[in-house]
């Protein structure tokens, strides 16, 4: 079975540019998240999706991000213009549902490194 | 607000020698995670402690919960080089949204 799924891998942009990344879940899985994830830090969550409803963007800089998942499959995030603090790994996850009592697991993507110069 | 704290940050050990990561956690919950991230990759889950007092075991690690001393332990034995790696506890916060709150990772390298 496939796992969480990025592109691209890796991208280098200048300040002020914009870039989109891109996600595709696992199968069946309802909910998805984006975070973020600075060099010698834990995730930082910045959006969760249930399904195609954003539930919880409270971390989401919205004045540059922007996040969709049309259909409640794919999603993207993009940052408009990019800054240099911005420089750090994007990480898309997904589970089957969003009930953490029940212990569902969250599954990681390898991540999108961007570099903002 | 919950906070989570991991201790040691960084670890050096030597192959066979056994020792154990700690995460305490500020607020009360009723589950933790732990997950391992490899250079460059992704973060696979190793374990889901869904209650106080549990225990999971996989090959040489082995993780245990208490709550009510907020604490949870990862106890790797006999370390071998390919456990060399980060290992993050992570637990979610109370209210409906139960966002996973991450500690800052532990910095393991296990040399010959």
């Known amino acids: 079975e496939a796992g969480v799924v990025q592109s691209p891998r890796y991208k280098i942009i200048e300040k002020k540019q914009p870039v989109a990344f891109w996600c595709n879940p696992i199968?069946?899985?309802?909910?998805l998240y984006w975070y973020r994830q600075n060099l010698g830090q834990g995730p930082e969550l910045l959006i969760r999706?249930?399904?195609?409803?954003?539930?919880?963007d409270s971390q989401l800089p919205k004045d540059r991000f922007s996040a969709e998942r049309l259909k409640g499959v794919d999603s993207t995030l993009k940052i408009q213009p990019a800054e240099l603090g911005d420089s750090a790994v994007y990480l898309c996850?997904?589970?089957?549902?969003?009930?953490?009592?029940?212990?569902?697991?969250?599954?990681f993507g390898e991540g999108s490194w961007l570099t903002v110069v | 607000e919950l906070k989570v704290e991991q201790n040691p940050l960084f670890l050096s050990m030597q192959e066979g020698k056994n020792y154990t990561i700690y995460c305490n956690y500020s607020?009360?919950?009723?589950?933790l995670y732990w997950y391992r991230q490899d250079p460059g990759k992704s973060l696979e889950s190793l374990f889901v402690l869904l209650s106080n007092g549990a225990v999971k075991q996989e090959g040489r690690l082995m993780a245990s919960l208490d709550t009510k001393a907020r604490l949870s332990t990862l106890h790797i034995t006999a370390a071998v080089h390919d456990l060399s790696a980060t290992y993050f506890c992570?637990?979610?916060?109370?209210?409906?949204?139960?966002?996973?709150?991450w500690g800052l990772g532990t910095s393991l390298a296990v040399n010959p």
């Open positions: 999706y249930e399904n195609e409803e954003a539930v919880d």
């Open positions: 199968s069946g899985h309802n909910t």
């Open positions: 992570a637990v979610p916060n109370a209210g409906n949204n139960r966002k996973l709150i």
């Open positions: 607020t009360t919950s009723d589950r």
């Open positions: 996850a997904s589970s089957l549902d969003h009930l953490i009592g029940s212990g569902n697991t969250i599954y």
